[in-house]
């Protein structure tokens, strides 16, 4: 297996470190989807949202929760799937929809 490319998020832990059904790739789009807790505002938790070009990532964005009052993370983004062309995150409080 050969290493494509990489991405850090500083701060950051992923589900898909230990279980890797927590990581989506969707190849129609090369966009890769992996569900994070990470430290950029405080404690966060919520889906990194990567495109692969070539050998490299470009973050097109995150879904992250803020943390919750004496900063307990909210509930851990836990699966991403794709159904038609829409992106659904499920955590504990439920299931989200982006289009």
Known sequence: ????A???LPGGTSEVEADPHAFLYWPDKGIVVVPVMGQR???ESGALVLRLSGNAFTE??????????????????????V????LWTV??????VTT
């Open 1 to 4: 297996m050969n290493r494509l």
């Open 6 to 8: 990489q991405f850090q």
């Open 41 to 43: 505002t405080g404690t």
């Open 60 to 81: 097109l964005g995150t879904n992250l929760a803020p943390a919750r009052p004496g900063r307990v993370p909210g509930p851990f983004v836990r699966r991403a799937l």
């Open 83 to 86: 159904i038609g062309d829409e």
């Open 91 to 96: 955590s504990g409080s439920g299931v989200m």
